[in-house]
């Protein structure tokens, strides 16, 4: 584990933590640009700021180095599995666990960066809802966020308080890169750790996974993209095993694709309304407004919406 501390343009204490999964670059990549970008703790100049406030601290962390090394998710266990983990484990990933996260205790907003094998658009995942999650989600530039507090109770997410995990984009694509900077630079920016430019907010779709679609043999397909509504009757996916027709409205897919996984085809999730910015009503999920059948409204036409969110906004499979 490598943690290198950044000067913070405010008084939170905030963190980005890459390289969680050693196949994923592009987490590495974010937080090696940042750690060149940001100003040392306690610059002569102040990095150019120097009404900096006592106290605040952007801390980055590369997590796995050496699944990083191997380029390989992980080397004896997974590490976003293993949470709280084990320090006397001879598994180094169960034992990584618990030295993460005292490297992260008692910090204000925790910020996890992954990629996938599945289609875009970026999203968010977070398990326990608190002010701080809510202040990141909202201004992160994503439009959905998954609510996975009935899922596992092992990642890290679950586990470290006001964490947010992100999926930038696809494992190795620059594209993935490009989008989890910028959203960094976003979270940094809400939190108060980055002066360059007010931050943003936007009201989040909020889909709670509840249920692993599971994967046979054969040939996969994919019918439908992460968040698109799959419509009642209709096959998500198929393969010489399984074919899983949805027999239910308001079902989207969360992580849809056919060769990212061994197991499964992704998961489905449930529109259980929208965050709104820290500004506008409480700390809650609200009802978003449906049609009498469930179906969300005008997702696609949302997403490709000019509003200078990054969704990169491709549909299909993988
Ligand atoms: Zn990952």
New binding site residues.
């Given amino acids: 584990m490598q943690t290198i501390d950044r000067e913070s343009a405010g008084s939170a204490r905030v963190a980005i933590v890459g390289g969680?999964?050693g196949d994923?670059p592009a987490?590495v990549r974010i937080v090696e640009r940042l750690a060149a970008e940001l100003p040392p703790l306690d610059s002569p100049d102040g990095g150019g700021r120097g009404d900096a406030e006592p106290g605040g601290l952007v801390r980055l962390i590369l997590a796995n180095e050496p699944a990083i090394e191997a380029e390989t998710?992980y080397t004896d266990a997974d590490l976003?599995r293993a949470f709280p983990g084990d320090a006397d484990s001879d598994e180094y990933e169960r034992a990584l666990a618990p030295r993460l996260a005292a490297e992260l205790q008692g910090f204000d907003a925790v910020l996890a960066?992954?990629?996938?094998h599945s289609a875009p658009p970026p999203f968010a995942i977070f398990s326990d809802l608190t002010a701080s999650v809510r202040r990141t989600v909202t201004g992160l530039p994503v439009d959905h966020v998954v609510d996975a507090s009935g899922l596992r109770s092992t990642t890290l997410d679950s586990t470290i308080p006001h964490t947010v995990s992100i999926?930038v984009g696809r494992q190795g694509s620059e594209e993935a890169v490009e989008f989890g900077y910028e959203a960094c630079l976003a979270f940094l920016r809400v939190h108060g750790a980055l002066a360059d430019e007010p931050p943003t907010f936007s009201e989040t779709v909020v889909v709670k996974g509840n249920e692993e679609v599971p994967k046979g043999s054969g040939e996969p397909h994919v019918h439908f993209a992460n968040f698109e509504a799959i419509p009642e009757g209709a096959v998500f996916a198929e393969d010489d095993v399984y074919t899983h027709r949805v027999e239910e409205p308001g079902v989207v897919p969360i992580l849809a694709s056919e060769h990212g996984y061994d197991e499964i085809f992704g998961m489905y999730g449930r529109v259980t309304g929208v965050l709104k910015p820290p500004d506008e009503g409480d700390l809650r999920v609200y009802p978003r407004d449906e049609d009498e059948e469930g179906n969300e409204r005008d997702e696609g036409e949302e997403r490709d919406g000019g509003d200078g969110r990054r969704g990169s906004g491709a549909d299909g499979g993988d």
Avoid: A, K, Q, V
């Avoid at 960066?113 to 996938?116: I, K, M, V, W, Y």
């Fill in positions: 969680i999964h994923e987490g998710r976003n960066l992954h990629t996938s999926e």
